[in-house]
Structure formats: C-alpha cells, structure tokens
C-alpha cells in the first residue's frame, strides 16, 4: 500500500544534541510538509516542500531546518533541541499542481520527540 | 485572520446514537473544507472533504459532514456512534485560489469523541 512513512516512531535526545527525523513516501506526491504537535493541539505547520522549493513558515524557529533530497525522502533537522521542542512531529504528503488546494493530505504516522 | 473554530472541546455520545461534531470558518471566498481523525500516538487520517456540489459529503468509516454557505459551518455527522470513534478530530479548511499554486491548511483545535458503551 502507497503511505507515508516516518522513522523512528520514538526518539529521545539531550538538550542541546542535534537530532534528525525522516519521511519518506511511496506517493509519489510532490509536496511534503512537517508539522510540530503539541498535547492533541492543532498540528503546526513548520514548511513545506513544492518539489525541490522550500518554503517556511514565518514563526518557524530557525533551529529547525528541513532537506528534501529527492521526491520521496524528506528530513527535519533539529539543530540544538530545547525541552519546548519536545512534541510529536508529523510528515504530511500532498499532490500539487492547478487543483492541488482541493487535495487531501496524507499524514505518516508520526515521531515523538523526547528531549532530556 | 482567517480561522476555524471547534466550539467544543469535547463531545460525549452513547453507542449507537447519532453523533455531531461542529466546525464554523472565518475564510474568505469558497475554501476547501475538510475533516481528519487521529487516533492516539498516531498521525491524522483523512476522513471527507468538500470541494463543491452536493453539500452532504460522504466519507469513510460511515462518517458524513454538511456544508452551509451561508452559516459557514462544515459539521461531522454520524448516524450511529460506535465505541471505536472515539479519537480526535479536526476540522481543517483550505482558501481556494483562482490560479492554482499552494495555501496552507487552517485547522481547527480539534475536537475530542467520547463514545460510551
């Protein structure tokens, strides 16, 4: 079955050491995005990818930082994790284009980020 | 500033009985509406959208949702709750643009089912 698919599902950390998230998807869907979530809050948007365009949100700390080397594979850096940063963190996929506002997203399963 | 709002924090629903969940939105022109559910430690599924036509839209597990234009509301229904419903959900709504391009999804602050045995 086409999915999303995010690894490591649980990653725990130290205050202040670099931490790395991945995504990948069989979709073939050109737009992928990361979310930060917080205790069942509304999922925040932190950027996205329009195939190789990245485009970040405006409130998105610039500790957090994303590389996208090819269509199917997405990374969420995390440069010096604080405890704020500790969350669940959500890869979406999307297919773009004319249409693609009316398109649905499709959500991998998640990484809960622990930070010690 | 274009918004979704979820009026309740928390609805409780016995098995079996019929089940609403009410989203309301504050976007200009005719956005997207849609609804994911997330289970816990899981990511969002999603459930219905509306794009445009009918405005009772089907979608998975037995779920419904009616849009009104003119109250501006996109509320989930069921007619017949069951135990496993019982998760978060979010109302989601995406601005339409004229030329295609991308606009992020506004969402809700979600909702959370309760069904009782």
């Known amino acids: 079955d086409a999915m999303v698919i995010q690894n490591p599902r649980y990653q725990v950390t130290q205050f202040g050491k670099p931490v790395t998230l991945s995504c990948s998807q069989t979709?073939?869907?050109?737009?992928m995005y990361w979310y930060q979530q917080k205790s069942s809050q509304a999922p925040k948007l932190l950027f996205h990818y329009y195939d190789k365009d990245f485009n970040n949100e405006a409130d998105t700390p610039d500790n957090f930082q994303s590389r996208r080397p090819n269509t199917s594979f997405c990374f969420l850096d995390i440069r010096s994790p604080g405890l704020g940063d500790a969350a669940m963190y959500l890869c979406?996929?999307?297919?773009?284009?004319?249409?693609?506002?009316?398109?649905?997203?499709?959500f991998g399963p998640g990484t809960r980020l622990t930070v010690l | 500033a274009q918004s979704v709002a979820q009026p309740e924090d928390q609805v409780n629903v016995a098995e079996g009985n019929p089940l609403t969940v009410k989203c309301t939105y504050s976007?200009?022109?005719?956005?997207?509406l849609f609804w994911y559910v997330q289970y816990p430690n899981r990511g969002l599924q999603f459930l219905l959208k509306?794009?445009?036509?009918?405005?009772l839209v089907k979608g998975s597990y037995g779920f419904e949702a009616e849009f009104n234009k003119s109250q501006t509301s996109f509320h989930l229904k069921k007619p017949s709750a069951l135990v496993s419903d019982s998760a978060l959900y979010f109302c989601a709504v995406r601005p339409r643009l004229l030329s295609g391009g991308y606009n992020k999804l506004i969402f809700g602050a979600g909702t959370r089912l309760a069904v009782h045995p």
């Open positions: 979406a996929t999307s297919r773009g284009g004319t249409t693609g506002s009316r398109n649905e997203q499709f």
């Open positions: 509306y794009i445009t036509g009918d405005n």
């Open positions: 979709l073939n869907h050109n737009v």
């Open positions: 976007v200009s022109g005719n956005p997207y």
